[in-house]
């Protein structure tokens, strides 16, 4: 069983910044592939960004340059580095985590387990 916990989520002002963390309790985290996504009150999930497990790295384009993930194999833990930070970002904000390569990177159901989640709120 996979667990996952993130930290990092917070207040902060429109433009600013947060590094979000997640720190998964896993045997061979390298064979993992990695998402991060988010939830508004009221909106579906969506999806933020992926890494697979060979390093590749996606984004919709709402985030596109703003955001970038990262893994620490040996640390057994995924980032996200969220840059110029508007209101429209606020959101819990979910890690996840599949080791099936068969995916979409940006679909929810391929990934099999998730954190708790972290609050993020931008204010204008």
């Known amino acids: 069983q996979v667990q996952l916990v993130e930290s990092g989520g917070g207040l902060v002002q429109a433009g600013g910044s947060l590094r979000l963390s997640c720190a998964a309790s896993?045997?061979?985290?390298?064979?993992?592939?990695m998402a991060w996504f988010r939830q508004a009150p009221g909106k579906e999930r969506e999806w933020v960004a992926t890494?697979?497990?060979?390093?590749?790295?996606y984004y919709p384009d709402s985030v596109k340059g703003r955001f970038t993930i990262s893994r620490d194999n040996a640390k057994n833990t995924v980032y996200l580095q969220m840059n110029s930070l508007k209101p429209e970002d606020t959101a819990v904000y979910y890690c996840?985590?599949?080791?099936?390569?068969?995916?979409?990177?940006?679909?929810?159901?391929?990934?099999?387990?998730w954190g708790q989640g972290t609050q993020v709120t931008v204010s204008s």
């Open positions: 996840a985590a599949s080791w099936s390569a068969d995916k979409t990177p940006g679909r929810a159901r391929d990934y099999t387990y």
């Open positions: 896993v045997g061979t985290f390298s064979i993992y592939d």
């Open positions: 890494t697979l497990r060979g390093g590749t790295t």
